[in-house]
């Protein structure tokens, strides 16, 4: 008798085939940085100057993934002057981590489908390892990438420029800015093994980081519905992306970190941009919704201990029960009120764009009559000329 469910049976998963550009990329820049640039540091040494470039190209490099392809592009949480949009495309591609238009299709994808094991391209749920680096090694389903999701950045020029000729200006930035700074300082091999390959590697894997381990150890104040937490350590690391529970339910705020002491440099940057004008609309959530997510959370954790308290006295339980449901009615009740505010200020607000909206049409309205006026009197002017005539 046939088992059908036999394990013999059973057709084999085969292996996503390997992406061999990254895994390319991957094995000789970690070769080099584990061979050559111990050995010649042993060997020869190296110059202050190649030690300062690679820190200062790869904080340059985070900063244009995390506050460029990061929170301008893939969340529009704020605007950017052209040039400053410039830089971040120019050093982006410096990091090796794709082109914007790729990148932010890809990280779109990963908060619409978080922790998903078929759609989310870097699901935690997949394990550490596939959410750190795995999933670019091989061509996942789940890491194809669509751009029906990043049309709106298809009307961004340098978007556009830089994903076409990414190739060229990756290479170009990887290549010729530390050639330069070598010729300059007169330490081509320091310089290209620890501004170009050894920076590479650290950088890659400080921004790996927010995918791996900012979903896998952290708190969760502000929701529990995915993976992300926040990791005050790996914000340090990741210039401000570490706080990534408040991220993933406040995906459009332009800060990580929304306390004065939270280390977000990402923020700061932005912020000091706008002092000067490079950046505009700086999004930020109001704190009532940001208290609400975490006095949410914290009804949610007292709910569960409640649920699975070993307390004997059941008078006392039946206590903290009663004020538990207390205390979560009025916050029901904070959040109506809020809500009708809220409400009660949108129709503020359309009243005054239908002000606002009477007035243009009264200026339209002013103009047309001044033209009209105008063309009267041209009109006269002709016909007192027949006249003359």
Same mark, same amino acid.
């Given at each position: 008798?046939?088992?059908?469910?036999?394990?013999?049976?059973?057709?084999?998963?085969?292996?996503?085939? *390997?992406?061999?550009?990254?895994?390319?990329?991957?094995?000789?820049?970690?070769?080099?940085?584990?061979?050559?640039?111990?050995?010649?540091?042993?060997?020869?040494?190296?110059?202050?100057?190649?030690?300062?470039?690679?820190?200062?190209?790869?904080?340059?490099?985070?900063?244009?993934?995390?506050?460029?392809?990061?929170?301008?592009?893939?969340?529009?949480?704020?605007?950017?002057?052209?040039?400053?949009r410039l830089w971040y495309a120019l050093w982006g591609a410096m990091a090796f981590q794709n082109s914007i238009l790729s990148w932010s299709s890809g990280?779109?994808?990963?908060?619409?489908?978080?922790?998903?094991?078929? *759609?989310?391209?870097?699901?935690?749920?997949?394990? *550490?390892?596939?959410?750190?680096?795995?999933?670019?090694?091989?061509?996942?389903?789940?890491?194809?990438?669509?751009?029906?999701?990043?049309?709106?950045?298809?009307?961004?020029?340098?978007?556009?420029?830089?994903?076409?000729?990414?190739?060229?200006?990756?290479?170009?930035?990887?290549?010729?800015?530390?050639?330069?700074?070598?010729?300059?300082?007169?330490?081509?091999?320091?310089?290209?093994?620890?501004?170009?390959?050894?920076?590479?590697?650290?950088?890659?894997?400080?921004?790996?980081?927010?995918?791996?381990?900012?979903?896998?150890?952290?708190?969760?104040?502000?929701?529990?519905?995915?993976?992300?937490?926040?990791?005050?350590?790996?914000?340090?690391?990741?210039?401000?992306?570490?706080?990534?529970?408040?991220?993933?339910?406040?995906?459009?705020?332009?800060?990580?970190?929304?306390?004065?002491?939270?280390?977000?440099?990402?923020?700061?940057?932005?912020?000091?941009?706008?002092?000067?004008?490079?950046?505009?609309?700086?999004?930020?959530v109001p704190d009532f919704k940001i208290r609400r997510a975490m006095v949410k959370m914290q009804f949610k954790r007292a709910q569960e201990k409640l649920?699975?308290?070993?307390?004997?006295?059941?008078?006392?339980?039946?206590?903290?029960?009663?004020?538990?449901?207390?205390?979560?009615?009025?916050?029901?009740?904070?959040?109506?009120?809020?809500?009708?505010?809220?409400?009660?200020?949108?129709?503020?607000?359309?009243?005054?764009?239908?002000?606002?909206?009477?007035?243009?049409?009264?200026?339209?309205?002013?103009?047309?009559?001044?033209?009209?006026?105008?063309?009267?009197?041209?009109?006269?002017?002709?016909?007192?000329?027949?006249?003359?005539?």
């Amino acid at each position: 008798m046939n088992n059908n469910n036999s394990p013999q049976q059973q057709p084999q998963q085969e292996k996503a085939p *390997l992406n061999w550009v990254p895994v390319i990329m991957f094995t000789v820049t970690t070769l080099v940085s584990v061979t050559l640039v111990p050995w010649y540091g042993i060997v020869y040494g190296y110059e202050t100057s190649a030690w300062v470039a690679c820190v200062i190209i790869t904080w340059m490099t985070g900063m244009a993934i995390t506050g460029g392809y990061h929170r301008l592009w893939s969340h529009n949480a704020y605007q950017a002057h052209w040039a400053l949009r410039l830089w971040y495309a120019l050093w982006g591609a410096m990091a090796f981590q794709n082109s914007i238009l790729s990148w932010s299709s890809g990280h779109r994808v990963h908060h619409r489908y978080c922790d998903d094991v078929d *759609l989310d391209p870097y699901s935690a749920k997949r394990g *550490l390892w596939f959410s750190h680096m795995g999933w670019m090694l091989r061509k996942y389903k789940s890491g194809e990438v669509n751009f029906d999701n990043v049309k709106n950045l298809m009307k961004d020029p340098i978007v556009v420029w830089q994903h076409k000729y990414y190739v060229a200006i990756a290479m170009g930035m990887n290549i010729g800015v530390p050639v330069l700074l070598g010729l300059l300082t007169d330490d081509l091999v320091g310089m290209l093994l620890l501004a170009g390959f050894l920076r590479i590697v650290i950088a890659h894997h400080i921004t790996f980081f927010i995918n791996s381990i900012a979903h896998k150890w952290g708190s969760q104040p502000y929701t529990d519905e995915n993976t992300a937490r926040d990791n005050a350590f790996f914000a340090f690391l990741t210039h401000g992306e570490g706080y990534h529970n408040y991220h993933h339910i406040f995906q459009t705020d332009y800060r990580n970190g929304i306390r004065w002491f939270h280390w977000d440099p990402t923020k700061w940057f932005i912020k000091a941009c706008s002092w000067v004008g490079l950046t505009w609309d700086l999004k930020v959530v109001p704190d009532f919704k940001i208290r609400r997510a975490m006095v949410k959370m914290q009804f949610k954790r007292a709910q569960e201990k409640l649920a699975v308290s070993k307390a004997s006295d059941p008078a006392v339980l039946a206590q903290w029960s009663a004020q538990l449901e207390k205390e979560y009615e009025e916050f029901k009740a904070m959040l109506n009120e809020w809500t009708d505010l809220q409400a009660g200020k949108y129709e503020q607000t359309k009243r005054n764009l239908a002000v606002k909206w009477e007035k243009a049409a009264l200026r339209t309205r002013y103009k047309e009559l001044e033209y009209s006026l105008k063309m009267q009197h041209e009109r006269l002017r002709l016909m007192t000329a027949q006249f003359a005539g």
